[in-house]
């Protein structure tokens, strides 16, 4: 079994970039304004630079600029536009609600911040999303959702082709929003992701915020190569998923990234060792259960150090 | 028929700059504090010349409603600041141990504003639900009881208010229309922050779904309800009339969030529409929310025209001023 250290997606930005940001952008709602290439791949350095410090082995380029976390997708497809403030599922957290008001197409690239990360680092994974976007956004421009979403699942899907040709190894899909999934709705999603995961790359599903109990066993055949689970949200039954089904690789979210509260390490080896000992993994990721943009910066360090100490006790 | 304030004011731009030398350590403590006094008797005369009934000092000495008050309760630590949308931060404290007493947290302020004017006084203070629910908890087993435990916190601090002379307390609590399932527990929590407190209570709310939070809200035991109407075209006002809403209510009728002034005219069309629903007795009228992000000229506009059409309601009512 092998075991690897990553991280899930965002990372609090540095602070001169965080000011930085402030200065350009001021505080309003209409963010996004061009940021210069060099200090924007600057701040990114920084940030992948920690978690190799912390001992992190697979990275993320930390979303600097996704503003409003995986609804940023939206921002940089056309056909959207970016409305008032709404809740983040349950934190303390907003964003600017995409609200479709026409055909929505991919015109650019959309991670052209990873772009810029994978410049600098090539262990690095890209981070999309196609349903949570679909869904944490208002549509007012296609009758059926289907088609929404499948227009969005396009834009997301030549991303990647662009991605797979660019030489870019992992690709992660974070889907929180997929938790909440209708059964009946499973089976187009079985499409929409089996047309995403067609690719040579990995392709991780990250979830998050709660338990994956309700879209077992129909996600298996979503194609992806590694399930994530939250198991800090959902332990209980995230532990019975593990318990019933088989699957290969996993990434278990076991540290909380949203919380200050520092794990024991004998208690995180205890969960790693119970959860792995349930099922039969040939690869294990181990990561906390959200981004880690929740915390300060400096807790978010310890909780990625914690991650590196956790990965040395069980290997 | 009163006027008040929610609470913040904007800041005098020197005092922003005396800020940072302070922080800098360019400036002391006894001078900062002259500075912040000073200030103080500014905005008193900024409301006194507006006319407005109930005042507050405008929180010169705060920053925000959430870190304030953690520095100033056992139990609390500040690691560092995090995102709540764009790019706007928040220090966002961790409860790391027993939440105590140890600090005045608004006493001192109401001492010198009462030193200060005749003007009656509000002291609008952040709520126990909206602290936890801003905070990280690493010590209590459950939000829940984090909530509880700060409440009888605030709770000593209320008792205290009243005994050195506090008539009005405000309790702010904008995170309780953000968790509707959690209503229980706010109830509860105010219930344990007025016992025993001889004052005139009310809770300010502003942002969120009231929707949500009715009928419930209308159980908890505060004398008043703030709510913001202005922001959302006093569509609201629909669900109060819908529950035959029966305390006395905080009128938010200013929107904070706009640089435009309104009319005379709009206001009182807008404290009419209230009146349908409470009685002129009833009736505070206030802006939606704090006036610290608008430009301090553009506050105090905001201000007069809202007393002055309070004056011509009470005028075409025969209500004395």
Redesign the interface.
Known sequence: MEVIATVVGNY??PEWF?EY??KV?????D?DVEIERDVLKKAIAEVIDEQKRAGIELFTDGQLIW??FLLTIASRLEGFEMNG?V?YFDN?????IPIAKGRVKRTKKILYDFEIAFEIEKNIKAVLSCYTVAKLSRNEFYSKFEDFLWDICKAVKEEIEELERSGVKYVQIDEPALLYAEKKELEVLRDVYRELTNTKMETILMTYFDSAERIFPEVLDFGFDVIGLDFVEGYEENMNIVKEYDFDAINLGLIDG????MESLEDLKGKFEEITSKGNFKKVYISPNTGL???????AFEKMQLIAKLKEVVE | MKTTVVGSYPKPKWLLRMIKLHKDGKVDDKVMDEAYKDAVKAVVKDHEIAGVDIIWDGEMRREEMTSYFAERIDGFVI???????????YP?P?IVGELRYRDELAINDFLYLRSITDKEIKVPITGAYTIV??S???YYPSKEEAVYALAEVLNKEFRELVKVGAKYIQIDEP?IP?HPEEIEIAKNAVEIMVKGVNAYIGMHMCYGNYRAIFPEILDFKVDQIDFEFANRNFEDLAILKEYDYDKDLGFGCIDVHSRRVETVEEVKKAIYMALEIVEPDQLYVDPDCGLKLLPRDIAFEKLKVMVQATNEVRKELGIAE
């Open positions: 609090p930005r965080r940001l402030r952008e001021g505080l309003q709602k963010l503003h409003d403030l809740r303390n957290l907003y964003y600017r949203r919380n200050t509260k943009e929740f915390l300060p910066s400096i807790k | 690691y560092g600041e995090v995102r709540v949308w764009g790019n706007a931060y966002k961790s629910d801003w990280f908890n690493e995170a953000t």
